[in-house]
């Protein structure tokens, strides 16, 4: 059975220091794995999407990185900013099931201070 | 247009309602998704849609009870909530099919709570 853990739960760091957000999944056979962001209340926001047969994926001051067959994914943010503020979402999609689940991690709950 | 649209944005009902989360896309995607997400938890997956067809069921109970009239809509019906089923309900859509390997796309909610 697929997990997937993100650590650390929360974190909190000054605006503009670059950081990292860790994700790791027990199943390597995943098709894809998806970065989401969600503001309190709200739906999720798709940042980065990395393919199976990808390294990383670079939006803006996104970097996404992907190590299949270590079970790793990190999301890379540069210059973070309180608007940065949220709870950061990793997700995975099983080639076991026919018919595309997606298993979340718990979360990060990211506080930029200005 | 990459948007997923849920109705209502919110929804208050009691344990003897009866009421309906309504979700629509129209990105062409083939598979649509019930989630629900309790505060500070992750999403959990509910059902998926796979072709206008329940594909999995995740032993939800039958008080909720899902819907896919067409290609664009997705329903879920309510009746006979309890007061721990208040949650975000999240309604999300991809590709489907044989294409899996696609972006999933999420609405921005309903937020319910039973009284």
């Given at each position: 059975k697929q997990e997937v853990t993100q650590i650390p739960a929360a974190l909190s760091v000054p605006e503009g220091e670059n950081l990292?957000?860790?994700?790791?999944?027990?199943?390597s056979a995943i098709y894809n794995l998806q970065w989401f962001r969600q503001d309190p209340g709200k739906g999720l926001t798709s940042l980065l999407l990395?393919?199976?047969s990808q390294r990383e994926q670079t939006s803006g001051r996104?970097?996404?990185?992907?190590?299949?067959?270590?079970?790793?994914?990190t999301l890379y943010i540069a210059a973070s900013q309180p608007g940065d503020s949220a709870t950061y979402l990793c997700a995975v999609r099983p080639t076991y099931s026919s018919a595309s689940k997606i298993i979340f991690g718990s979360g990060t709950r990211l506080s930029i201070r200005p | 247009d990459t948007e997923v649209t849920q109705t209502p944005k919110h929804l208050v009902m009691g344990m003897t309602n009866k009421k309906s989360l309504k979700c629509e896309q129209h990105m062409g995607h083939r598979a649509m998704y019930w989630y629900k997400q309790k505060a500070k938890k992750p999403p959990e997956l509910m059902f998926v849609y796979s072709y206008e067809k329940l594909s999995i069921n995740e032993s939800v109970p039958s008080r909720f009870s899902p819907e896919c009239p067409n290609s664009s809509?997705?329903?879920?019906?309510?009746?006979?909530?309890?007061?721990?089923?208040?949650?975000?309900?999240?309604?999300?859509?991809?590709?489907?099919g044989?294409?899996?390997?696609?972006?999933?796309?999420?609405?921005?909610?309903?937020?319910l709570t039973v009284v």
């Open positions: 990292v957000l860790n994700c790791s999944f027990t199943d990395i393919q199976s996104l970097n996404a990185s992907l190590d299949k067959s270590s079970g790793r994914s | 809509l997705l329903n879920l019906h309510l009746h006979a909530l309890q007061p721990e089923d208040s949650a975000l309900y999240l309604c999300a859509s991809s590709q489907g044989t294409d899996r390997a696609t972006e999933a796309f999420f609405g921005q909610g309903t937020r």
